[in-house]
């Protein structure tokens, strides 16, 4: 018998604390400004749509921060996820590089989104909070949200991008067995969502309307927070247990990855990821780290740095980040979870102090990327994921070339089950690789606030 | 923190040989009878469809049979499989019973099917054959045996009940990623499916239609052989690493199942997870096993002990097992995979004999419990599992009532993501019970063999 494929921990030697990179960073982002008065923003001014146990996490400069024991419960219902040696994708590269990807697919959503779906149902339910609200495009980030809200009894409403809510039904079914409401955004219960059908009643919607309407919905009523599933800082915060327990994962393996590679949507999944390797990056330790975006969404590569608005309407604070503009409206590439104009302050910062390198890869690339893993290592990836195993094989194949035995590290942060319409596309030869119109994005650019 | 929830062993651990029952059964099914002559079938009648490594363990004797170290390494990439401790829905159903599952949905297919998808492909590719065919229903065989012969490097045919094809267009695309041919049947590239075709050019299809066709395109061809995704010795023989894992689970877990509940369809499921108890049981341990199947099909609860075709148009030998008769059409229930007229003869002796018990469940019921299960575990069940969710959680009320503290294990054999329109039409008030018709059980029980 071969080695083994996995390093597995015990519920026991789950980490115990989430990891807050703010507490190492060499620079920090400068601050989210109030959206009227662009001063920075107080923990009052986020009190209306969020509880204080997570504003403080949003501000807190404390290294590590507990990890509630009801949090944990529930983690542990699928954690800790496995870490994956790509032993036969490696056979089939023909590459000295040792390939291992953490996987995330395993929590029932399928996705890494429960990691802080599940911290934000608790920190709200804790707070006396009845209900939440959320927007979903692809419906991995609406799903996890309306799991964590059946496990701490939270009512759970998803606006939900509709030409998704049209083309996806199955994840709204899925929703809706864990109890929630999904409504097909925009819609006319908000009158960010009136406004928007008045001008044009057959609009197919946006994650950047959607999250307009659930901010919207949770502002108007005192039972109701809103939950963000990416960009915000406590949102990469939660995410930390993904990197923490690979960090134990390789320290039981006895190595450790010389590059660490993850796609990058909102940022939180590769956040997660990264951020405890970039601790032993800042105290000098050689590890690379890749952000993966779709060409069609180039956030970090093609993006400009400034303040820019979270939604399209622009009732959220102003983030300082890497942005294509609140107006950028990215083209109807299959990684829906990718498709987000803005991205992590946290990780915008990094990317630009030099911790971080970005690379946009086209669609077609990352199926065909993502049929060679299914075929060598089962699992069928999500098209977000499939991004980091792009760039993964590229890496393992230039060690083919030059004869290093590089450790390569990617995060599978979710399975593709309900991605099946993209792979059939792509392999009946439908699939194409869209571009934006840089028209678009310079008329996009130029609309900063 | 409170007591983990998931008894995990490692690659070291898994167990390195099937267990093979009809070593210890105090009696054995009559043999399968060629359907020309009525004579009991030889190893040489079985080797036009059949690789000889698996017309031998069809045959075998022999109580333990090694797992080739091909197909241990294969199984690493997902097994061992989790033992889960349902803990949340233990405390939802207030019940001092202990309740246990046996989780298979974590293979990269979705179910317990690759474990014998993995074994029959490696058997062929040893014996020389290039190309496998075989019949799906509602997908779960055909993605398994696509995602083996990926790994195995055979082609891959699949011939898909034309309803399904046509209804989850998801499953065939999984298949086809895996690198298979998916063929909606009936189709026109079979006698069989030509005949069908003739007398019926809107047939929707079934599983013994789909069965014929297969066997037929297997036969015709040297270098093709069938293969079967339950129902068969050998096919149970590879399902009994779930029920050996689960033993040593428990042996951890310092504790022994009280009861056993699996779904039944063609009984592989069960047989895998059941069997190993079921050697305690010979040697006198008490161990109740639960077979439940729907009452849309109830094969074991309504059926007939007797020989009969394991296909429609009659190509199989003859087996000795209980049938509603290989023309019985089972109404459309949303779990495919207990649509079968037929059931697994080691099974059916072991019914007979009084070691395994018998129950049919509701539709409407299963997916009750399948939505309870999901709301405290997280897992979204396949409509087959749910129907053992169903059994395990009246066992655990019955506990509540009694006060007793029994051990449940449940094999949950997969997880229900492509079942989401299932689901859907049950949140929507949609689903119904359908009966079979009693005349139609009679007339097809009359045709008997």
Redesign the interface.
């Known amino acids: 018998?071969?080695e083994?494929?996995?390093v597995?921990l015990?519920?026991?030697e789950m980490p115990t604390r989430w990891y807050n990179i703010q507490a190492d960073m060499p620079h920090l982002p400068p601050p989210p400004l109030h959206p009227a008065t662009k001063q920075p923003i107080g923990p009052e001014d986020l009190a209306a749509i969020f509880p204080m146990g997570l504003i403080e996490q949003e501000m807190s400069r404390e290294r590590w921060i507990d990890i509630p024991?009801e949090v944990?419960?529930v983690y542990?219902?699928?954690r800790p996820t496995p870490l994956y040696r790509a032993r036969?994708l490696e056979k089939a590269l023909e590459t000295p590089a040792a390939i291992y990807y953490k996987y995330e697919g395993?929590?029932?959503?399928?996705s890494h989104k429960p990691n802080t779906a599940v911290a934000q149902a608790y920190y709200n339910k804790i707070a006396g909070i009845k209900r939440l609200t959320t927007e979903t495009g692809a419906g991995q980030w609406g799903s996890a949200l309306s799991?964590a809200c059946?496990?701490f009894g939270l009512e759970c409403t998803v606006y939900m991008v509709r030409v998704s809510y049209e083309q996806k039904?199955?994840r709204?079914?899925?929703m809706?067995?864990?109890?929630a409401s999904v409504i097909p955004s925009p819609s006319s219960r908000t009158a960010a969502g009136r406004e928007i059908l008045a001008r044009d009643p057959d609009c197919l919607g946006s994650l950047g309307i959607a999250i307009s309407e659930a901010v919207e919905d949770a502002a108007a009523r005192p039972d109701t927070n809103y939950s963000l599933g990416s960009v915000l800082n406590h949102v990469c915060l939660h995410q930390t247990i993904v990197g923490l327990e690979a960090k134990e994962q390789f320290a039981k393996a006895n190595t450790y990855p010389d590059v660490v590679i993850g796609c990058v949507g909102g940022g939180s999944n590769f956040s997660g990821l990264v951020f405890p390797f970039l601790q032993d990056k800042f105290n000098g330790r050689k590890v690379r780290a890749v952000a993966v975006e779709p060409t069609a969404c180039p956030t970090l590569t093609r993006g400009r740095l400034a303040y820019d608005f979270g939604d399209t309407v622009g009732l959220t604070p102003l983030l300082h980040m890497y942005t294509l503009g609140h107006n950028f409206m990215p083209p109807g590439i299959h990684a829906g979870g990718l498709r987000y104009h803005g991205l992590a302050p946290l990780l915008c910062q990094l990317y630009r102090d030099g911790y971080v390198e970005a690379v946009a890869v086209a669609q077609t690339d990352i199926f065909a990327a993502a049929?060679l893993f299914?075929?060598q290592?089962?699992?069928?990836p999500a098209p977000e994921s499939a991004h980091a195993i792009k760039v993964a094989i590229d890496e393992a194949l230039a060690c083919r070339e030059s004869g290093e035995k590089k450790v390569i590290l990617f995060g599978l942060s979710g399975h593709g089950?309900?991605d099946?319409?993209a792979?059939?596309a792509y392999?009946a030869g439908r699939l194409e690789d869209v571009a934006y119109s840089e028209e678009e994005l310079a008329r996009s650019l130029a609309t900063l606030p």
């Open positions: 018998m071969s083994e494929y996995k597995l015990s519920e026991k024991g944990l419960d542990r219902l699928w036969r395993v929590s029932p959503a399928g799991l059946s496990f039904p199955y709204r079914s899925l809706e067995a864990y109890g049929v299914a075929r290592e089962g699992i069928l089950h309900f099946l319409s792979y059939d392999l």
